[in-house]
């Protein structure tokens, strides 16, 4: 953990502190975010750091992912469209739709087809982790942040219920709502285990493949939860990097040689992000991995004067103005 504090202590002066000039008090006025956050907003988007402010007032399309443990997508389609749902494909997700209409009732959580598990209510970037972890039938897959068992759900549907997944939460009133998720959606090859994920690596066993879903600042859920423009501050950004770095040390100690990490969050912050693979890549020799087929920005190789890993190119960032999604991150990463 030595490693660990060093590395953040050593861009912590530079990450955290801010130039609050005229500019950046009086978008933060017109906005209604913090002005720490839109001085990153410049950092991060430059110009477009206003038309960034501007989509977190716009409402994002809704979106599900049709759940082929229950059903087949076909079904799905005919009997919502019969309750006066539109749903149509999103090409760059193997089972998610946009809901492009709604009647008043039912509403997408109360159906008949919700209820039996048909679909999962998901963010379209939130099911991008686990085709990108895409594991085969045979796995064993960790998942370490688990609930509410949106991605868990997802895996063991990628695997066909076959396989093993180890689902992680350390939180128990969060652990019914993720046994409950995953008993309507009919998961059959999930084993639910109320720990912290850095407690995994002293079991001893080495997984396939891994996911860290991480718990982070939800800075990408802006435009779902206007309360964030001033919820988070700066010391909060530090708690979660400590949590997230000790994740991701527990996560690359529990997969095997050869074997694949999915890290995400549905957050911007670079602090969250790419400060946080660049660690695995620098101190583990982790290798990233292309991301092919998604619509989405590069990961940053640099931010307010910190440089990163070339190869954090390779990870992607979504985004509300340009994506049409909540702000997510997701980074690929190979165990040599
Ligand atoms: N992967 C989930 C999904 O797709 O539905 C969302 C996970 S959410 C971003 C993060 C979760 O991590 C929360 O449920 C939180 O309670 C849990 N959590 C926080 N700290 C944790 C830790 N140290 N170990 C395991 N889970 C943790």
């Known amino acids: 953990m030595e490693d660990m504090d060093l590395y953040l202590k050593k861009h912590d002066e530079v990450l955290y502190h801010y130039d609050i000039d005229d500019h950046v008090r009086e978008l933060a006025r017109k906005y ?47 009997r919502m469209n019969e309750r006066g ?16 209409n709604t009647p008043v009732r ?14 999962y209510i998901q963010g379209l970037a939130s099911m991008i982790p686990p085709e990108v972890l895409s594991p085969s039938e045979d796995d064993l897959v960790l998942d370490m942040a688990a609930s509410p068992g949106g991605k868990t759900s ?15 939460e350390k939180n128990t009133a969060r652990l019914r709502r993720l046994n409950s998720n995953l008993a309507r959606l009919g998961v059959a090859n999930t084993i639910t285990v109320p720990i912290p994920g850095d407690y995994v690596s002293s079991i001893g066993i080495k997984f396939d493949s891994v996911l860290l879903d991480s718990p982070c600042s939800g800075e990408g859920l ?28 527990a996560g690359i100690r529990s997969l095997r040689k050869g074997g694949k990490l999915v890290y995400s969050t549905c957050s911007i912050a670079p602090e969250e992000n790419e400060v946080i693979v660049n660690f695995a890549v620098e101190k583990f020799g982790l290798r990233t991995e292309e991301i092919r087929g998604i619509p989405a920005d590069p990961g940053l190789v640099e931010y307010k004067g910190v440089r990163f890993s ?11 103005h340009k994506h049409g999604t909540e702000g997510f991150f997701v980074c690929s990463m190979r165990k040599e």
Not at 87 to 100: A, I
Not at 156 to 161: D, E, I
């Open 32 to 78: 209604g975010f913090l002005e720490y956050m839109v001085e990153r907003y410049l950092n991060i988007f430059g110009s477009d750091a206003e038309i960034f402010m501007k989509s977190c007032s716009a409402q994002l399309k809704r979106s599900l992912r049709c759940n082929t443990l229950r059903t087949d997508c076909k079904k799905l389609e005919d």
């Open 85 to 100: 749902f539109k749903l149509s494909k999103v090409s760059w997700t193997r089972y998610g739709y946009v809901v492009e």
């Open 106 to 119: 039912p509403t997408l959580g109360s159906t008949l087809e919700y209820m039996k598990g048909y679909y």
């Open 154 to 168: 997802h895996l063991a549907q990628l695997m066909g219920n076959r396989g093993v997944i180890v689902a992680l």
């Open 222 to 249: 802006l435009p779902v939860d206007p309360s964030r423009r001033t919820k988070t501050l700066p010391q909060h950004l530090r708690e979660f990097q400590r949590v997230q770095l000790s994740l991701l040390i």
């Open 310 to 320: 070339e190869d954090i190119k390779k990870c992607i960032r979504l985004y509300p």
